[in-house]
């Protein structure tokens, strides 16, 4: 048998073969150039934003500024610290009590005042007011106790003013 005389069924078969794997492939062609054309056209919507910068640009532009973000936090946060610091030294408990000091007189005329700050140093001011005069004093205060010698509303101020809490 000779190579041209194979059977005409035969060779319709294969040729039919052929032809239905030439279609399929192209098909698969046809599919995968859709996909490729629709992929270059969301690429180039990346590339083109609406105001003309890319993708990229504009995420390259974000990623600069989170950056200069977060320094900007450190040295705030580093601000903020130092405030803390100086606002523990600021005169932030403050409490007032009234009372009559002598018995003859009303109106609880006479005051105490403590003026504190975070650690309870500060002044205790006492104005003791009769029918007559007025005598006042200022008495510091460390740690919420006095070297000299406090009377009961002065003792009793300064516990006010340890408890206030500054509003915020």
């Known amino acids: 048998m000779n190579a041209l ?12 073969g052929a032809a239905a794997v030439a279609l399929l492939g192209l098909l698969l062609t046809l599919i995968l ?9 969301q690429y180039v ?7 003309g910068e890319s993708f990229l640009d504009a995420v390259s532009r974000q990623n600069a500024d989170v950056v200069q973000l977060r320094a900007e936090v450190g040295a705030l946060s580093s601000d903020v ?3 803390r610091v100086d606002l523990a030294d600021a005169i932030r408990h ?3 009590v009234r009372y009559d000091a002598f018995n003859d007189m009303g109106g609880r005329m006479s005051f105490s005042a403590a003026l504190l700050d975070d650690a309870g140093d500060g002044v205790v001011i006492s104005s003791i007011n009769g029918r ?5 004093y200022a008495k510091g205060v460390k740690g919420g106790k006095s070297e000299a010698e406090l009377s009961p509303e002065e003792v009793q101020v300064i516990g006010y003013a340890k408890a206030s809490h ?3």
């Open 132 to 136: 007559t005069e007025t005598r006042t």
């Open 166 to 168: 500054p509003r915020s």
């Open 81 to 83: 610290q130092r405030v």
């Open 45 to 51: 919507v990346l590339q083109q934003g609406g105001d």
């Open 5 to 16: 005389d194979l059977d005409p069924d035969l060779v319709a078969a294969i040729a039919l």
């Open 94 to 96: 403050v409490a007032v």
């Open 33 to 41: 150039a859709l996909r490729l054309r629709r992929m270059r056209r």
